[in-house]
T-cell receptor, first 114, second 113 residues
Framework: QQQVKQSPQSLIVQKGGISIINCAYE??????FPWYQQFPGKGPALLIA?????SEKKEGRFTISFNKSAKQFSLHIMDSQPGDSATYFC?????????????FGTGTRLKVLA | KAGVTQTPRYLIKTRGQQVTLSCSPI?????VSWYQQTPGQGLQFLFE???????NKGNFPGRFSGRQFSNSRSEMNVSTLELGDSALYFC????????????FGPGTRLTVL
């Protein structure tokens, strides 16, 4: 019940295409869903995040779609660029002992072909 | 502001030894979390410290411990190292935890032989 299942494990997209990464969770106590981007040799960096009271959030070329009833959320990268090639992690968190406890997906390695 | 720093960046140890990793958070950040990253398991939460107190803990054995100092710097210790402890270890700092943005350090790669 604590897991966050992420798919696909890897993704190859042509430049200008749309990259879509999906995550599913089971614990309805999760109430904050961030996405992180990680480049090789670097730590993850927050990309965009959403709460379950909205169904979509857009920041530039990055959009989170959230389906509360299906307990799924996804990251869409529009007009994908070679510079977007990185590993993407979804996460879910819930309040615990006065703060939040994060559960991460296993990651999706995205490669955007020039 | 300087980012999160972690030392050392690379470590090689043998089974049975112990290791201490260090993390300096962004100035003003009081929450420090530690994560283990492995190819198969992704990022797994170890523990979080806030104002020198452990506020949250993941599902790791007691061999993994940590502490936080009054200047918010944090250390993580792993005793009796096992081969399976080989991983990237990240710390992340945030202002006060909760849903404040977590800023990750560059990580420490631990190899256990």
């Amino acid at each position: 019940q604590q897991q966050v299942k992420q798919s696909p494990q890897s993704l190859i997209v042509q430049k200008g295409g749309i990259s879509i990464i999906n995550c599913a969770y089971e614990n309805t106590a999760f109430d904050y869903f961030p996405w992180y981007q990680q480049f090789p040799g670097k730590g993850p960096a927050l990309l965009i995040a959403i709460r379950p009271d909205v169904s979509e959030k857009k920041e530039g070329r990055f959009t989170i779609s959230f389906n509360k009833s299906a307990k799924q959320f996804s990251l869409h990268i529009m007009d994908s660029q070679p510079g977007d090639s990185a590993t993407y992690f979804c996460a879910a968190s819930r309040p615990s002992s006065g703060t939040y406890k994060y559960i991460f997906g296993t990651g999706t390695r995205l490669k955007v072909l020039a | 502001k300087a980012g999160v720093t972690q030392t050392p960046r690379y470590l090689i140890k043998t089974r049975g030894q112990q290791v201490t990793l260090s993390c300096s958070p962004i100035s003003g950040h009081r929450s420090v979390s530690w994560y283990q990253q492995t190819p198969g398991q992704g990022l797994q939460f170890l523990f979080e410290y806030f104002s020198e107190t452990q506020r949250n803990k993941g599902n790791f054995p007691g061999r993994f411990s940590g502490r936080q100092f009054s200047n918010s710097r944090s250390e993580m210790n792993v005793s009796t190292l096992e081969l399976g402890d080989s991983a990237l270890y990240f710390c992340a700092s945030s202002l006060a935890g909760s849903t404040d943005t977590q800023y990750f350090g560059p990580g420490t790669r631990l190899t256990v032989l």
